[in-house]
């Protein structure tokens, strides 16, 4: 690859750190108050318990109402792996872009431990990774867990003059804030997510989504988005798992559970509801969205062969699924699950192996359902 002539000599990357301080200046409080109550909300909260995964969803979050931003990036070490990993994402981020477990910007910050702005023209490497992202400009702060860095938050801009100093003082009390919560946390990552994983299908726990789904309906608020819900049911399955044995029916469970996580994109949830249900939840898709989902699910399951008992013994099976939407379809966490679960009795009543959606049920059909 060609250096261009402007970029061979490369600022160093200690060029890019910003002065941070741990009070703010009188003119940056009267001038970003808004900012600054985005984080004393963040520091209410921090003695809340919730999910590793949760807590940096909610970092960034709050990382878009102080800074906006076109794409956002937060590594985060895992114990599992031992490496930083990409755990949440904005936009449209390119895995191969930005790297699965670190890029030159996480490097950087976790080198120096503040803050950097970084803008493209000034680093032969900080521009390969800006061009990647489709970025002009880049506003990264550390994740600190007992003093330490333990991953980066990084904020990608179209623009060159994207972020500023004060973005970036910001940002760094907003991670001081974070610092306690994030340490408690990743301390009990590996607890939460035995707690949440169903130990059967490897999929999330009904206490897993029951929590994702009132948070992500309170981002939709905010972001003024839809949200989907897509609840699922194997047809006859008990009968099934009667003929066949309960070891064959776990394996069933488990073979259905993979072809429902198969293709789903990294936002969306998908969670064992109880016994042979299923629940999806699909951020910012609307209803028509939903519907290619759950008609694409429901392909997948009758179109798979099922093997039980052995090789030469091969079951076809089919799931009914229904689909509801936030907020035309309700207004309230329990209203939507309701919703869903109607459409789902419908189409188990109208034959199985379909997909329902909530809007096209008559008003009896609903009130029967609930």
Known sequence: MSIQPELQESCPPDHFVVQVFSEMGETTIQRRWREINTILRLSMLSGLPMQL???????????????????????????????????????????????????????????????????????????????????????????????????SMQLFSGSREGFRAEDAQLLWSLALVAESLLTREQANEGLLTFAFTDYLTG?????????????????????KTSLALIMIDIDFFKPFNDNYGHHVGDQIL????????????????????????????????????????????????????????????????????????????ARFKRELIQAADAALYAAKSRGRNQVVVHSDLSLEQRQKAV
């Not at 970092?59 to 956002?72: G, Q, R, T, W």
């Not at 042979?276 to 519907?291: D, Q, R, W």
């Open 203 to 223: 999929l999330k726990t009904r206490g897993y989504f029951e929590q994702q789904l009132e948070l992500e309906i309170k981002r939709c608020e905010r972001k």
């Open 53 to 151: 995964e949760t807590a940096l969803n909610m970092l960034c979050d709050f990382a878009m109402e102080i800074a906006p931003y076109d794409k956002a990036a937060l590594y985060f070490w895992e114990d599992s792996a031992e490496q930083v990993s990409l755990r949440v994402s904005r936009g449209e981020v390119l895995v191969d872009g930005v790297l699965q477990h670190g890029n030159i910007f996480h490097f950087w910050v976790s080198k120096f431990g503040r803050p950097m702005l970084i803008a493209r023209g000034a680093n032969v490497q900080a521009d390969a990774l800006l061009n990647a992202m489709e970025a002009a400009s880049a506003l990264v702060v550390p994740l600190l867990v007992s003093n330490r860095t333990m991953g």
């Open 254 to 329: 488990r073979d259905v559970a993979a072809l429902l996580t198969k293709d789903m994109r990294e936002v969306d949830t998908v969670a064992r509801y109880g016994g042979e249900e299923f629940v999806i939840i699909l951020p910012e898709t609307n209803s028509s969205g939903a519907l290619h989902v759950a008609e694409r699910l429901r392909h997948s399951v009758e179109q798979a062969k099922f093997f039980v008992g052995g090789p030469g013994t091969v079951e076809h099976l089919t799931i009914s699924l229904g689909t509801a939407i936030y907020s035309t379809d």
